[in-house]
């Protein structure tokens, strides 16, 4: 195994991690926005105010990006066990 298959096989593990992990951040993060606008609005300053709001969005982002996430993931396992399968050549 050659240091640049190595590094490929990281990066492409990286960039599987953010793809999957991108839906669901990004629907908390523009929850805890809203509710940020809100508060500063309504002059409300409970912290635990932003964590149901967040919980249900991204259980909301995870049913919507769900068939996706599985769809993707499988592909990249595939891609590693075909991977695995050259290397021992």
Do not use: C, H
């Not at 940020?36 to 309504?42: E, G, L, M, P, R």
């Not at 769900?66 to 290397?87: K, L, Q």
């Amino acid at each position: 195994m050659t240091p640049e298959l190595v590094v490929q096989l990281a990066r492409r593990s990286f960039e599987t991690t953010l793809m999957l992990a991108a839906p669901l951040l990004i629907a908390s993060l523009v929850i805890g926005l809203i509710i940020s606008i809100f508060q500063a609005v309504t002059s409300i300053n409970e912290a635990t105010l932003a964590f149901a709001p967040k919980i249900v969005a991204v259980m909301i982002a995870m049913i919507i990006f769900f068939p996706w996430m599985m769809s993707y993931m499988s592909d990249f396992t595939r891609e590693i066990y075909s991977f695995i399968a050259t290397m021992r050549r």
